[in-house]
């Protein structure tokens, strides 16, 4: 099973787009990424879902820990993510509250420098 | 030609109890519920989240056990319903025991990285049941196929 990650920086982000199925065997792989970018001083993150096809628990375990860490560092992590099927996972679990959700990588970029429309 | 049904049909899976065979549980359990037209894609979507939490669940039970026996996952197709079973050979947990998550506004949610599985199934299928097996848990999924419901939630 293929996950994709890749790292680009946009405007002091480092944007993280991940591809493919996020579960007990692919989350391993997303965790010690994100873990990589935060040791290597990245500490505003945007993690880009467009193009996650399936996101269980295990994903979303990733993600509360990347926040976590991210804010013991002052950092954030925001999220990009419009398909109603994983942002369902979200809302079941009441993350969406933990969690600014942007529509767009722009939109998270423009959100997460100032503006805010985090919780 | 008669339309074709899954109607009355089990379908069983092994598979052994390893992180990249999830994935493998998703596909057979997805691709059976989509052959039956009573089903919305939304809720096959929901089934295939739960399946993979169960036997998320059941991996990591017989992790835990060090059992390196397989789990089953059973598929029955019925006129109304389907259901799935999900079964561990781990030690068995009970769900009453597992901790109570703090409220999504406090800060000590985020201490709480594992475990968000269990609680998230109910809010999938229609029906869900823990039972213990003697060598393990149980897990059955019921989802209704009748009328067009989107789940208990």
Redesign the interface.
């Given at each position: 099973m293929d996950l994709g990650l890749d790292v680009e920086e946009r405007d002091g982000f480092a944007v993280l787009s991940v591809r493919g199925e996020v579960d007990v065997y692919t989350a391993p792989r997303f965790r010690e990424r994100l873990i990589e970018l935060v040791s290597e001083g990245k500490h505003r993150i945007i993690v880009d879902l467009e193009g996650v096809d399936f996101l269980d628990s295990t994903g979303l375990g990733v993600l509360v820990g990347g926040l976590k860490r991210l804010r013991s560092h002052d950092g954030d992590l925001l999220l990009v993510c419009t398909q109603s099927r994983i942002l369902k996972v979200f809302e079941i679990t009441g993350l969406t509250k933990v969690f600014s959700i942007f529509d767009s990588v722009d939109a998270a970029v423009a959100g997460g420098s100032g503006g805010g429309t985090s919780p | 030609m008669a339309d074709p049904t899954v109607a009355g049909e089990v379908i069983e899976l092994e598979i052994p109890a390893r992180?990249?065979f999830?994935?493998l549980a998703?596909l057979v359990v997805s691709a059976l519920a989509a052959s039956d037209s009573n089903l919305a894609d939304?809720r096959i979507?929901d089934l295939?989240?739960a399946v993979?939490?169960a036997c998320?669940n059941a991996?990591?039970a017989h992790s835990a056990a060090g059992s390196s026996e397989r789990v089953l996952v059973r598929c029955r197709a019925g006129n109304d319903s389907l259901e799935v079973y999900v079964e561990d050979r781990g030690h068995g947990f009970d769900p009453a025991q597992l901790p109570d998550h703090p409220?999504?506004?406090d800060p000590d949610?985020?201490?709480?990285?594992?475990g968000?599985?269990i609680?998230?199934i109910p809010?999938?299928v229609d029906e869900v049941e823990f039972n213990p097996t003697g060598q393990g848990t149980a897990v059955r999924l019921v989802m209704r196929l009748s009328g067009n419901g989107t789940g208990p939630?």
């Open positions: - | 992180a990249e999830v994935a998703r939304e979507d295939k989240l993979s939490e998320t991996i990591e409220p999504v506004t949610r985020l201490k709480f990285e594992r968000l599985g609680p998230l809010a999938l939630s």
